[in-house]
């Protein structure tokens, strides 16, 4: 097959690709307004103030991440008046819906207290700052935020990753197999790919720390459509699109390029390759080392691409890529 020819079928396929996800991305239904507080009642001008400043208010739901929660039946003022409680549990998984907020500013522990209940006869009143650390919001997208934002599951997923990419790597060299940026092919697909998690990696690390009201914001009510949230959530999530657009080109690519075990090989690499980038730029840019790390890294990604891999010319017998003249790998003719 001519090799421009099957360039404009993988570029064909990552714009159609595109194109499903920006309109699966547009199903989501933008938010509201909120109305001129000026035609609201106190009580319903409060409540719009407090989901702002905290980002979920009444019918808010949230499922329990902790072992159990203890909730109080009692008023939050017979509370703080250290009056006799009795308490109920609710467990893990167990979906709650917030009934009730209330700001009792005689409380010197937490001011804020929410109603939280299971159902009908399950619900009582905990401090919010007891509440929060121990559920997490009902949404897929927020539980799956909070999954991989677990300090022991980061450690974990480390360690593993380490040992395993190690192992990798050892193994392709021994092999002289093909491994992104050190042996590469001919395709700026794999390198696009493990830039692109560098990228998105270290948007996330920024917008933690520098925006992280717009990151709470968005862990509570998240989207994953671009173009309904501010420039930098926008271009984060343009990056978490592009991630499985451009890997699913990968794997055209290489499978096209290299036989079925090599191909299976430097996949497994590459993949080794995109979790350490996230990890070190993840980690590394809550200290602001990841910036300049970031700037090398890209630096030294499409330097090494250019110089090394990149098929400048093509083969005049079978059209297939070839980084200078000489014999081609494919067919074995000699071209001058």
Same mark, same amino acid.
């Given at each position: 097959?001519?090799?421009?020819?099957?360039?404009?079928?993988?570029?064909?396929?990552?714009?159609?690709?595109?194109?499903?996800?920006?309109?699966?991305?547009?199903?989501?239904?933008?938010?509201?307004?909120?109305?001129?507080?000026?035609?609201?009642?106190?009580?319903?001008?409060? *409540?719009?103030?407090?989901?702002?400043?905290?980002?979920?208010?009444?019918?808010?739901?949230?499922?329990?991440?902790?072992?159990?929660?203890?909730?109080?039946?009692?008023?939050?003022?017979?509370?703080?008046?250290?009056?006799?409680? !009795?308490?109920?549990?609710?467990?893990?998984?167990? $979906?709650?819906?917030?009934?009730?907020?209330?700001?009792?500013?005689?409380?010197?522990?937490?001011?804020?207290?929410?109603?939280?209940?299971?159902?009908?006869?399950?619900?009582?009143?905990?401090?919010?700052?007891?509440?929060?650390?121990?559920?997490?919001?009902?949404?897929?997208?927020?539980?799956?935020?909070?999954?991989?934002? !677990?300090? $022991?599951?980061?450690?974990?997923?480390?360690?593993?990753?380490?040992?395993?990419?190690?192992?990798?790597?050892?193994?392709?060299?021994?092999?002289?197999?093909?491994?992104? $940026?050190?042996?590469?092919?001919? *395709?700026?697909?794999?390198?696009?790919?493990?830039?692109?998690?560098?990228?998105?990696?270290?948007?996330?690390?920024?917008?933690?720390?520098?925006?992280?009201?717009?990151?709470? $914001?968005?862990?509570?009510?998240?989207?994953?459509?671009?173009?309904?949230?501010?420039?930098?959530?926008?271009?984060?999530?343009?990056?978490?699109?592009?991630?499985?657009?451009?890997?699913?080109?990968?794997?055209?690519?290489?499978?096209?390029?290299?036989?079925?075990?090599?191909?299976?090989?430097?996949?497994?690499?590459?993949?080794?390759?995109?979790?350490?980038?996230?990890?070190?730029?993840?980690?590394?840019?809550?200290?602001?080392?990841?910036?300049?790390?970031?700037?090398?890294?890209?630096?030294?990604?499409?330097?090494?691409?250019?110089?090394?891999?990149?098929?400048?010319?093509?083969?005049?017998?079978?059209?297939?890529?070839?980084?200078?003249?000489?014999?081609?790998?494919?067919?074995?003719?000699?071209?001058?």
């Amino acid at each position: 097959m001519n090799t421009r020819i099957y360039i404009n079928k993988v570029v064909v396929k990552t714009l159609v690709a595109v194109v499903a996800a920006v309109f699966l991305a547009g199903c989501q239904r933008p938010e509201t307004s909120p109305a001129d507080l000026s035609e609201l009642t106190d009580k319903q001008a409060d *409540s719009l103030l407090f989901a702002e400043k905290h980002h979920y208010s009444v019918n808010y739901n949230f499922v329990v991440k902790a072992d159990s929660v203890c909730l109080i039946r009692q008023q939050p003022e017979e509370i703080v008046s250290r009056m006799a409680t !009795d308490t109920v549990a609710v467990y893990r998984h167990e $979906h709650i819906a917030v009934a009730d907020i209330r700001i009792i500013p005689a409380d010197s522990i937490d001011s804020v207290w929410v109603q939280v209940a299971r159902d009908q006869a399950t619900f009582g009143w905990i401090h919010e700052s007891v509440l929060l650390p121990s559920v997490v919001p009902s949404d897929p997208i927020s539980q799956f935020i909070s999954t991989f934002s !677990d300090v $022991h599951l980061l450690i974990f997923l480390i360690t593993i990753s380490v040992i395993a990419v190690a192992y990798l790597m050892r193994t392709i060299f021994r092999r002289n197999a093909k491994i992104v $940026h050190f042996n590469d092919i001919s *395709s700026f697909y794999p390198t696009l790919l493990a830039l692109t998690v560098a990228t998105s990696a270290t948007l996330y690390a920024s917008i933690q720390t520098f925006a992280p009201d717009m990151w709470q $914001h968005f862990y509570y009510h998240p989207t994953l459509n671009p173009f309904n949230v501010p420039p930098l959530l926008s271009v984060f999530l343009v990056t978490f699109w592009a991630m499985p657009i451009v890997a699913l080109a990968c794997v055209d690519v290489v499978r096209s390029l290299l036989p079925t075990g090599e191909a299976f090989l430097y996949l497994c690499g590459l993949a080794g390759v995109c979790a350490v980038n996230y990890i070190i730029f993840s980690l590394s840019t809550l200290y602001f080392i990841g910036y300049p790390l970031y700037a090398a890294y890209l630096l030294f990604a499409v330097r090494r691409y250019v110089t090394r891999f990149r098929a400048a010319y093509v083969c005049g017998y079978c059209g297939s890529p070839m980084t200078g003249k000489g014999r081609c790998p494919s067919c074995g003719r000699e071209n001058y």
